[in-house]
């Protein structure tokens, strides 16, 4: 073990102890670990470090996709470590979590190249997810379990899926298979389809999102802690709206005591991601190959934040225009409106490009959108799984962009 002092921080590293000539350059082989000391409830427990000043920050928030904000010097660190940084190739683990002797046993968040994945309710969203899946999740995905309170839709998508089959590659596709309730969390992903209390369409309801999180919030607590009870260890995953909110709210009640008080034996914060942010940002590439003006999103844009209220579209990173970004913005959030002034529900795009999509894009550790923890919020932002843990993309963004971003962090943490 190797210490290292910055101000009045002692950081200690456990990199592999090789000549540095060995060691300044490394591109692949198993991540080294830093221990780091922070407050344990407001963050998550292990990380992919993309940043040295992210290993003495003395919290987690928006700042972080701006490492240039964070307030914090950039420490000086031996070459070995900062080329590890650079590589992606350095893990953190948080000492304060009363589990943190177990993660730095063991690599954060290791999904084997296939997996099982089960998903809680087929109606709209998770049948279309599950189709989804099923045509394009073969290389990736083992089996998928299907478990819903009508029983007649399970064994109807078993049976439909069943018979969807390339002639003779029949095994080229993913088993879709019956789950019983109890068996939920004997997979590697877990998917949250299950809602209340949709607004029919022709309701009058503006935000449809927030308008289920009354309903859909004792649901996903009870999966939750559920998911503590089995000791899962893999990738717990909210569709439901509004899914931004309902990902701490899983995350919170999974780590809730006989007390009542967080003990951080459920869930890490690193497991949970929100997919809703996908369908806003492929809603934001549509608009954009409407409009010429916004077509600069197509190659540099990016989108922020949550599934609703508080999103960020940016329209440019090199070249932000405040006015067309808000303007794209308004198109996205409401574009979920539109559908439902013609009769229907939308629910096809989230499904797909919110569900699948990035669903797929996570476990072939590519970048894709999701939300995730960032600090007491989860919070929408481009990010991947690495052999070192989750990361999340940083850039510098400009002023104007970067305000708007505290913005929605502090209207997230208004709602939970």
Known sequence: MHYYRHGETVFASLLPDLPLEAADRPTSGSPGLFLIDRDPVSGRSSFCVSDARQLTAGTE?????????????????????????????????NIRHPRWAEFAMAPSMQLPPRVRVNLLAVGDVGSTL??????????????????????????????????????????????VEPVAPEDLFRCDVFLFAATRGVPPV?????????????????????????????????????????????CKAAYLASNQGADGQWDGMGLRAEQI???????????????????????????????????????????????????????????????????RELGFKPYVAPAISSGAMQLLLTLRRSWHC???????????????????????????????????????????????
């Open 61 to 93: 928030d928006v700042s972080w996709l701006d490492p240039a904000r964070m307030g914090v010097p950039a420490p000086v660190l031996p070459k070995r470590i900062q080329h590890t940084i650079d590589a992606r190739l350095l893990r953190t683990v």
């Open 130 to 175: 599950l189709t989804a899946l099923k045509l394009l999740g073969g290389d990736c995905i083992e089996s998928i379990g299907i478990c819903d309170l009508n029983e007649k839709a399970v064994t109807r998508w078993v049976t439909e899926l069943g018979q969807v089959s390339w002639p003779w590659d029949y095994d080229a596709l993913p088993e």
């Open 202 to 246: 022709g309701g009058g309801v503006r935000d449809v999102r927030m308008a289920q999180f009354g309903a859909n919030r004792p649901l996903v607590e009870q999966y939750a802690r559920q998911a503590r009870q089995a000791g899962f260890g893999g990738l717990f995953v909210v569709l439901s709206d509004p899914v931004d909110p309902l």
């Open 273 to 339: 991601q929100g997919f809703g942010l996908g369908v806003m940002n492929a809603r934001a590439a549509y608009f954009s190959r409407q409009d010429p003006r916004f077509r600069s999103f197509l190659t540099d844009g990016r989108s922020y934040g949550p599934h609703g209220q508080g999103l960020v579209i940016a329209n440019s990173l090199t070249h932000y225009d405040d006015g067309l970004s808000r303007e794209l913005t308004d198109l996205v959030t409401t574009a979920n409106l539109r559908i």
């Open 370 to 416: 999701s939300s995730v923890a960032l600090g007491d919020v989860w919070f929408g932002v481009r990010n991947r799984l690495t052999a070192a843990g989750l990361e999340i993309e940083t850039a510098s963004l400009p002023a104007p962009l970067f305000e708007r971003l505290r913005e929605t962090q502090a209207l997230l943490r208004e709602i939970i």
